[in-house]
Each structure stands twice: as structure tokens, then as C-alpha cells.
């Protein structure tokens, strides 16, 4: 009868740190629904964005990707993103993909554009972006640019009219 009594102390206990954690999990993801409204836009490439990403803007969380469609009639990346009330975009906004780290996700980042231009209202588009870059891709050109300036150029190119450099004799041992 003791033991029994301690088994469900024990499971009581590990139920409260479980519910404990998801409810702090919960609250500190930021995962609760964004009011607001919603802006589109175009993108060649959206490589590594998911539904929930973060929208950001100068770092700070502003919304989030609400959807991602291929339009069958150009072939791009239709993204719906959910914004926050209060935060106003001019029709000259830019969207940007973004990686959060080496090895982290994405996010959009959106600067929101300026001066007389007017506000983006609910369901319209921003027009100005920039796709998704792919690490594997940029490492690639990264190291191809640097094996081609490693490679060393015949003498006939490397200065005209200029005589190649005189050999040098190895010591005899």
C-alpha cells in the first residue's frame, strides 16, 4: 500500500512538470493566432519557408506566413502572409527571405517603405522581393571563384611581351 502511495505521487508530480512545460512552451513560442490583416506576394523561390514562419520587421516579429501556392499561370510562389494591426505598409514595401541562422529556418523580412506612397490595405500585394538564397548554391560559387583565382596562368599569358622567370636549379645531394 506505501509503495502504491508513492507511485502516484511520483505520477502526479511528472503530470504537473509535463502540463508545466507546455503551458510555458505555449506562451513563449508566440504561436497564439495574429490579428490583422493580410498581404501577398511573389517569389521565384522560397526554399526552407513553412507555414508559421516569422514575418519580422528590424528583427522584431510582425506576423506570420499564412499560406504558400504555386500560381499555375507564372509559375511563382504566391505567399500570404499575416500582419499585425498597427503596423502600416507603404505600396513601395520590400520583402526579403531570410535564413535565421547556419542551421536555423527562415523568415521574411519586411522593410515597410516610406514617404507619400500610400498604405498597403488588406489583400494587396507587395511588389518589391528578393527569393530565397540557397547555402548549398552560394557555397558552391564561393568555391568555384576560388579554385579558378588559385589556378596558375601559363607564362605566355601572365604579362605580354614579358620573359618567363629563369629556372632554378635544385641543390645535388
Given at each position: 500500500m506505501h509503495r502504491s502511495l508513492i507511485e502516484t505521487v511520483l505520477g502526479a508530480a511528472v503530470l504537473a512538470v509535463a502540463v508545466f512545460f507546455l503551458?510555458?512552451?505555449y506562451t513563449e513560442t508566440n504561436e497564439t493566432a495574429v490579428g490583422g490583416y493580410t498581404i501577398k506576394a511573389k517569389f521565384?523561390?522560397?526554399d526552407g519557408v513553412k507555414i508559421g514562419d516569422e514575418i519580422r520587421m528590424f528583427g522584431v516579429?510582425?506576423?506570420s506566413v499564412a499560406s504558400l501556392e504555386l500560381d499555375p499561370t507564372d509559375y511563382l510562389v504566391q505567399m500570404t502572409m499575416n500582419i499585425n494591426d498597427g503596423i502600416k505598409l507603404h505600396s513601395d514595401a520590400f520583402a526579403a527571405i531570410n535564413t535565421a541562422g547556419l542551421f536555423s529556418g527562415k523568415f521574411?523580412?519586411?522593410d515597410p517603405g516610406g514617404g507619400e506612397d500610400e498604405i498597403l490595405k488588406s489583400g494587396d500585394a507587395i511588389a518589391f522581393v528578393q527569393d530565397s538564397v540557397i547555402l548549398d548554391e552560394l557555397v558552391e560559387k564561393i568555391v568555384g571563384f576560388?579554385?579558378?583565382s588559385r589556378t596558375p596562368k601559363p607564362a605566355a599569358e601572365a604579362?605580354?611581351?614579358a620573359?618567363?622567370?629563369p629556372a632554378k636549379k635544385q641543390p645535388v645531394k
Open positions: 503551458i510555458f512552451g521565384s523561390r522560397v516579429r510582425i506576423g521574411v523580412a519586411i576560388a579554385k579558378s604579362a605580354p611581351g620573359k618567363p622567370a
